[in-house]
């Protein structure tokens, strides 16, 4: 398949294309700075393509996601300033995918982003973190993946705990609520999850939270 990644340089993308292209995928990176996907790059030949943009750069989603069969979206901004940021890079991108008869997206959310009221989380991160230090990151968010739900895509939300830079250990657990999950996972094991979404209808427009 022509897998499309955006965000392909970071903590989470990385391995996202590593795995694709070691699946066999032909891997679009839509990324900020081309050079920092050089490891990446090693061995995958003409398997591998790198798009420069930036989220409100609709020129460049739409010249990522002409030909694709599928976009992955791991995208995570670098300020906690408001901002509409994450907003405008969903509305170019469901845009684009709409244009080009992209039907399949699967987006990297956050644990408890859309129902954080049901979903059990630490007691630090439910009243410190996240309404103190994330507010404005999970607003925005939420605008946009408002968007990719109101699109008629086929969307998979998925929603993992606190990100870790481990090897992978398998025994990703899923559920639309998280109850009985540890709310944490590898970066590797995301990978691996989003990447079965991209052929399994299980999670199909809906949000699936993962964990251990």
């Known amino acids: 398949m022509k897998v499309l990644v955006i965000g392909?340089?970071?903590?989470?993308?990385?391995?996202?294309?590593r795995q694709l292209l070691a699946c066999g995928h032909e891997v679009t990176a839509w990324v900020r700075r081309p050079n920092a996907i050089s490891g990446e790059a090693?061995?995958?030949g003409d398997r591998l393509r790198i798009v420069e943009g930036e989220a409100r750069d609709d020129a460049s989603i739409n010249r990522a996601v002409a030909g694709q069969d599928a976009v992955v979206v791991a995208f995570a901004p670098r300020s906690l300033r408001r901002d509409d940021l994450q907003e405008t890079l969903y509305r170019n991108m469901v845009g684009a995918m709409r244009a080009h008869g992209v039907r399949r997206l699967v987006n990297l959310s956050a644990w408890g982003l859309d129902n954080d009221a049901a979903i059990p989380a630490p007691w630090i991160f439910r009243h410190v973190i996240r309404p103190v230090f994330l507010r404005h990151i999970w607003a925005d968010k939420r605008r946009g993946e408002a968007i990719v739900k109101a699109s008629g895509l086929e969307w998979v939300n998925v929603q993992p705990g606190r990100l870790l830079n481990e090897p992978a250990r398998g025994g990703v657990r899923a559920s639309v609520d998280g109850r009985g999950l540890?709310?944490?996972?590898?970066?590797?094991?995301?990978?691996?999850?989003?990447?079965?979404q991209i052929n399994r209808d299980e999670w199909v427009r809906r949000s699936v939270v993962i964990g251990y």
Do not use: Q
């Not at 540890?182 to 079965?196: G, K, T």
């Open 42 to 44: 090693e061995g995958a």
């Open 8 to 17: 392909g340089t970071g903590g989470t993308g990385r391995p996202l294309v």
């Open 182 to 196: 540890v709310p944490r996972m590898n970066r590797e094991d995301l990978a691996a999850f989003m990447i079965e």
